[in-house]
């Protein structure tokens, strides 16, 4: 799968825009288009929050304040985008088959984010989002934030977690966290781009799968790919935890995995490695459910 579109919401945060910019690092390395989407709050929502217990000559007031303001939101962020865009010598076009190489364009629109993100994100090669931060020990997440398990259940395409300390920069030495899974191949698949071109690559296995992982070593080297292997001790630790350890060891700078390969309602129960990721992992992260 090449990897020519790179979708980003941007929803005026820093972590948003921190976000573009390793979209740009990817971008630039494949030749890549950016879509910039911004999702402006629908005024039908902000009354579905609690507008309609105010009179209705009120409420109609508030509506169209509300939508004002979204408008104008939205004009500061494009103007911030394209000086992100003049920043990195990007050029601005929305014109598929134009001159090759990197281009992004500013998408906006009203409407759930959920099903916005999952509209366009369908549509493109990577998703690229922030992780959500801890500050005072809270979990702080923006509606793109909260959208990031929607965007990877529905839109079936890798996403691309950036996490707060990341260096905007490209990266050439990567992990992948194996266990068998259907997502784990998926994964595998969608970012063979990136494998082929990595000076080094390590596979991350349980124990219980270091035999059998010489099927996938031989598989990637058909692609001309050389990994390593290394084992994953969790010693009742978690595991997410213990691969993170494990990237750190071998030097790792990305990790891919497959998300959620468990069911989803265990998922939101009890944890899982995908949830400890997605708020834990200290280097770039590609999920595929």
Known sequence: ???????????????????????????????????????????????????????????????????RVAVERAAELQQEFEAHCSTHNIRISDQPGGQPGLTAAWLQESGHVDEVLTHHGR???????????FREGTLHRSPMGQAIEAIMLRTGRPVLINPPESLARRYDRAAIG????????????????????????????????????????????WHGVKADVATLNRKGRPTGECLLRVC??????????????????????????????????????????
């Open 1 to 67: 799968m090449a990897i020519k579109t790179i979708l980003v919401p941007i929803d005026g945060s820093e972590e948003s825009f921190a976000a573009f910019d390793r979209a740009v690092v990817v971008a630039d390395r494949f030749g890549s288009h950016i879509k910039a989407l911004h999702v402006m709050l629908r005024s039908s929502d902000i009354a579905a929050a609690g507008l309609y217990n105010l009179p209705a000559r009120f409420r109609k007031e508030a509506q169209i304040e509300a939508d």
């Open 123 to 133: 549509a493109s090669d990577v998703i690229a989002v922030s992780r959500p931060r």
């Open 248 to 289: 750190s060891e071998v030097g790792a700078e990305f990790l891919i995995v497959g998300g959620f390969s468990h069911s989803r309602a265990s998922q939101l129960l009890f944890g899982g490695v995908t949830q400890y990721l997605m708020t834990e992992s200290n280097i770039v992260t590609i999920m595929v459910h």
């Open 178 to 221: 194996w266990n068998d899974s259907v997502e784990c191949s998926r994964a595998l698949a969608m970012t063979m781009p990136w494998l082929v071109e990595m000076k080094q690559v390590t596979i991350i296995v349980a124990k219980k799968l270091e035999e059998s992982v010489k099927t996938l070593v031989e598989y990637l080297a």
